[in-house]
Structures are given as C-alpha cells and as structure tokens.
C-alpha cells in the first residue's frame, strides 16, 4: 500500500507529499535507533522498519485520500450524461 499511495501521488504530480514520507520514514529510523534500541535492545532494532512504514504512511494516507477525493468529484463534474458515476465506496455507503 505504501508504494501504491507514494507512486500515485508522485504520478498526479504532488511530489512534495512522497518526499515529506521520505523524511517521515528516515526519522522513524533514526528514532528506532536511538530510543527502541536502548528500551529494547533487539526487538527495539527490528521494529524499525514498521515504525518506518507507519511513519510514511501517516503523511501519506491523507493526502492520498484527498487526491483521490478530487479525482472522483474532476469526474462527477466533467461526466455530461447518463447515470451518475457510481464507485464501491459509493454503493456501500449508499446500502448503509
């Protein structure tokens, strides 16, 4: 999910988002480092990695959600006839 949100977002031309992940996920590392490992020790080091991850996507689920937010309504505004646009999201919250 990580690389699919960071790839989309990249290729809508946000590149400012991605780039904030990054830093997110470096300073995770660098906090796994410093404080897990002395609370820790081993498994302090190994739970860099999903600290990272949760770090990345913590800056990059929002705007992900957003983006996508915006596509679906670019869509609902240029569709010009027939049925409305409908997406599983919609469908599930229209039966709820």
Same mark, same amino acid.
């Given at each position: 999910?990580?690389?699919?949100? @960071?790839?989309?977002?990249?290729?809508?031309? @946000?590149?400012?988002?991605?780039?904030?992940? &990054?830093?997110?996920? /470096?300073?995770?590392?660098?906090?796994?480092?410093?404080?897990? $490992?002395?609370? /820790?020790?081993?498994? &302090?080091?190994?739970?860099?990695?999903?600290?990272?991850?949760? &770090?990345?996507?913590?800056?990059? /689920?929002?705007?992900?959600? @957003?983006?996508?937010?915006?596509?679906?309504? @670019?869509a609902r505004d240029e569709h010009t006839g &027939?049925?409305?646009?409908?997406?599983? $999201?919609?469908? $599930?919250a229209k039966n709820n």
């Amino acid at each position: 999910m990580l690389f699919i949100m @960071r790839n989309t977002l990249q290729g809508l031309g @946000r590149s400012v988002v991605p780039t904030l992940a &990054g830093a997110a996920e /470096l300073f995770m590392r660098v906090f796994a480092a410093l404080i897990m $490992v002395r609370l /820790l020790a081993y498994p &302090g080091a190994c739970s860099s990695e999903p600290l990272a991850w949760l &770090g990345s996507c913590a800056v990059l /689920l929002p705007a992900y959600i @957003r983006a996508v937010r915006e596509l679906r309504q @670019r869509a609902r505004d240029e569709h010009t006839g &027939g049925d409305p646009i409908v997406t599983p $999201v919609d469908a $599930v919250a229209k039966n709820n």
